[in-house]
């Protein structure tokens, strides 16, 4: 059950520069679980790696930023088969916890908390 991601918003300024600790003990989760590959890695002005999805893009960056502060919003095609396959690659979330929120439109919304601290909300448009 393959769900596509159709768009990002970041909760601060730029998806291109989420923050973690270390990007090696990062990657493995976003490769893995939310399906994404890394299509970029740089060592300056700080280490950092760019990963995409479905043609969407986030960055990770060691630039000292607290990762429990930031996140993205993913707009999915369809929230139930976005969880199942985060599921199904071993997310050990139970449940999604489904809400409905208002960002403008409404979403069907589930959070995700990384390892690394990002806190990520996918929703499907309803």
Do not use: H
Not at 62 to 83: I, R
Not at 111 to 117: I, Q
């Amino acid at each position: 059950m393959k769900s596509t991601f159709k768009n990002v918003w970041p909760y601060q300024k730029d998806p291109l520069n989420l923050s973690v600790a270390k990007i090696e003990g990062a990657i493995p989760f976003y490769e893995t679980v939310m399906g994404f590959q890394v299509v970029s890695r740089s060592e300056a002005p700080v280490k950092s790696a760019v990963l995409e999805r479905d043609g969407i893009q986030i960055g990770l960056a060691e630039n000292g930023g607290d990762p429990t502060q930031d996140g993205c919003f993913f707009e999915v095609d369809n929230a139930d088969n976005a969880f199942a396959e985060l599921r199904a690659n071993g997310l050990a979330q139970e449940e999604p916890n489904f809400t409905f929120q208002s960002y403008g439109p409404t979403y069907k919304v589930f959070f995700v908390v990384a390892p690394d601290g990002l806190c990520y909300c996918l929703g499907e448009r309803q």
